[in-house]
């Protein structure tokens, strides 16, 4: 009796173990083919990704100068600085009051004399409406424009950009030896407002928002940037002469 008990103990845990195996086979087949499913999904949706085209690059800003584009700048009575054989224009748009317009400034002077009569600079008015002094010190250097003396108030303007009064710019006149009735017409015609909005009016259309904005044989260049930056543009227009 205790042999056949055995026996059937044995048999027992034969068909345990049996049902065991078959049981873990089942579950291990049921898992591979969800793990196979899965990577058939993730290979699928690789491929989509790999065809899919690429989200468009971001436009510029609507209306701002492309700085791949060449501009036709024409500078009419603009004041002028340098050779008039030069074969690189500098065209700034600027603003008086604007600080980044003082720091650009020691910039241009080094293109000057680094370049000499290779190259020569055009100014355009920008008084920008959030300088309120802004526009007296364009009002000033374009009636000193009128009397052949548009650079010299200029540089008077900038290397003294805390003191912009009306005052300042009368004393600039008498110490420039201006025709101080003259300067006083002109500071105060319509005709020295008409050419100020006629700049402002054609930076509009050009796109041009900020100051120093600057074409460079109608290429745009925005900012105080480098020397370096004109450099390198500057060198492109002249090695096209």
Known sequence: MQGNSSGGA????????????????????M???????????????????????????????????????????????????????????????ADFQCPFCVRVNPTLEKIAEEYGDKVRFG?????????????AAHQASEAAHRQGKFWEMHDRIFAN????????????????????????????????RKVIDADLAKARELGVSGTPSFFINGRFLSGAQPYGSFARVIDEELAKN
């Open 31 to 93: 898992a591979i083919d969800r793990g196979s499913a899965e990577i058939a999904g993730l290979n699928q949706a690789l491929k989509t990704a790999a065809v899919a085209p690429a989200p468009a690059a971001r436009p510029s800003a609507p209306g701002r100068p492309d700085p791949e584009k060449v501009y036709e700048i024409e500078i009419g009575d603009a004041p002028i600085r340098g050779a008039e054989s030069a074969k690189v224009t500098v065209v700034e748009w």
């Open 161 to 192: 950009p805390k003191d912009l009064s009306e005052e300042t710019y009368l004393r600039y006149a008498n110490e420039m030896g201006l025709d101080i009735e003259k300067y006083k017409s002109d500071f105060s015609s319509s005709s020295v």
């Open 123 to 135: 100014f355009k008015h920008l008084p920008l409406s959030m300088h309120s002094k802004a526009r």
């Open 10 to 29: 044995l048999v027992a845990a034969a068909l345990i173990l049996g049902a065991s195996i078959l049981g873990g086979a089942y579950w291990l087949a």
